[in-house]
């Protein structure tokens, strides 16, 4: 298995991606690369030792694409932009996946243009796993795709199905509507029109709308929305649940000496929470709808979320992941294709 | 100040309804009128002792609008239910403000055949005050109008800004249009439509884009968003709030013996933290842009909810909160009424 990571995407590039990369080959022991800037890239390796003998090797490629570059235009414009080089990797055989963790918007328009869409995709989809007290949601789409059309739905819905039965290992996979209530009568016109859809298709276990609140609760495994409200519910939650443990570490603090003391006991507990809850654990989510693999990181990815987006791109590589949206999307014939 | 309260609305009505209507009445010493099946309602208040005294009334409605019932159709058939009979106290000026928890949607309904609009809005809104690191946010809408034209969400906007002003007492409340990033060209056709239309508002500090994460943060007073969204963000948020806090607990009991003795000590901190995060505590949401106070509560209402209901729609009213929304409304001009 070998994995394209684009070095210079990120808050933290090239550091924390090589240090990630560096960890992720000694631990899950697949063939690297490291796409980027050589000059600056190998220098950082040579700190981490024989990283030749790792499976470690350097792509270069002359260009960055930055976080106020128009993504469409400068994917067309940055040929040898790090992200673009990582994908034709992937896409002339060289590579299995590609990691990157610049840019979402140029992530999703190197991939879309790079790898094309599998056949009866019309639009890419990020599915991001998202913890609940059960274990984990998969919410999609997470913002490649605003505007989406109803049939982009049911096409989420089927390729988000895919990746929670066979990367998570969900029988039969709960698949919900996200809605404002349960009834099929609820909701704006988007996911009225979307309803029928998820209901008639083959391939599929729709149990109907879910609402926000199912989806920390652990009733339903994949979760069907909106690029645009996936994104928004994403981060919401990402803020929420930092700001409430810091309050729950606050009221702890505040609580007196002898609570206080008590705190250093309860911390330990505290730190076990914060992990299950860090999205960094999870590495990255993968977008799905191309054709081929491509997982795309947090923008504040550090040397953790690249290590672990390895190992969600080994998995991906190794449960075949694309040739079963190919044959699910087939299955579902012109249900597909309907406008 | 006189508020009627729908006595048949909600999962815990008459019962807890009532209740709460006790307790207000004791607390804010503000009449009460509650509305719905008299013999029901008058029993419940014997128990509390001399209701009449404590300025409670009851007025008879015999019919009562259940949450499996089509909003529209019920507002228009039901002619007797307990919600339309409240609101036309309002209408008639025999009262200043409704309560009720029933369904939200023919709460909506009722307000607004019932009362009428503002001149220059076209579409309700519901404020939702969301509690954040530093004080309260204000969520609008969230729920009242799905599929929002960019002019209703200006509407909104011009509501929400004088609520946090009046209400909460924010001066120069900041406002932020929920997207997906904070640059200008981001975000669905809706908000791309709905940000000149924001920037260029009279009365209006909007401080850009936000995203869900600035929520939770407290970097901005007001939120505008369509009602698909915000009635999603809303019930995730108060999902996820009550399954972190269980998170805490389990950690806690789980970390062993000492941490065990350590959390006695620690609990009642975890306790203050729950009723930050208790929407009850913030007691109902205003139904902004109908001509009449309307306050809107949680269908799984109790008694402490109701009671702060009461104490919402006290300041609503006396706040001059339409006077207010009718003056801002009028200076907008014709951006009100762009198509």
């Known amino acids: 298995m070998k994995v394209a990571i684009d070095a210079m995407g990120g808050d933290f590039a090239p550091d924390e991606i090589v240090r990630g990369a560096v960890d992720a080959a000694r631990e899950y022991g697949c063939q690297i690369i490291l796409v980027g800037d050589e000059e600056k890239i190998t220098p950082l390796l040579d700190k981490a030792g024989d990283w030749r003998a790792m499976g470690i090797s350097v792509h270069h490629a002359s ?83 605003t505007d989406a059309k109803p049939k982009h739905l049911l096409q989420s819905a089927v390729m988000g199905s895919i990746y929670a039965e066979y990367v998570l290992g969900i029988k039969k996979p709960r698949v919900g509507l996200l809605n404002i209530g349960e009834e099929e009568t609820k909701g704006n016109d988007q996911v009225l029109a979307t309803y029928p859809l998820l209901q008639h ?22 979760v069907v929305c909106d690029g645009f409200v996936g994104n928004i519910v994403l981060k919401f939650g990402e803020g929420l649940a930092g700001a409430i443990l810091q309050l729950v570490k606050d009221a702890i603090k505040n609580a007196g000496f ?78 597909a294709n309907e406008d």
């Open 63 to 145: 260009q960055v694409i930055e976080m106020t570059d128009h993504p469409g235009a400068a994917i067309r414009k940055k040929k040898d932009a790090s992200v673009v080089v990582a994908t034709r990797l992937v896409k002339q055989g060289q590579c299995d996946v590609v990691i990157s963790a610049g840019s979402t918007g140029a992530a999703v328009a190197a991939a879309h243009f790079g790898l094309g869409r599998i056949s009866g995709i019309e639009r890419p989809t990020i599915a991001t796993p998202m913890p609940n007290l059960a274990g984990t949601t998969i919410l999609l789409d997470s913002g490649a795709n």
């Open 201 to 222: 298709a083959k391939t599929l276990n729709f149990i109907g709308n879910v609402e926000g609140r199912d989806i920390p609760k652990g009733g339903v495994d994949v």
């Open 258 to 335: 002898l609570a206080k003391t008590a705190s250093l006991l309860v911390l330990p507990a505290l730190r076990g929470l914060k992990k299950k809850l860090d999205y960094a654990e999870y590495g990255g989510a993968p977008l799905l709808g191309v054709d081929g693999g491509f997982i795309i990181c947090h923008g504040s990815s550090k040397a953790k979320a690249i290590k672990n987006a390895v190992r969600v791109a080994k998995e991906f590589a190794e449960k075949k992941v694309v040739e079963h949206i190919r044959e699910n999307i087939a299955k579902e014939g012109n249900i």
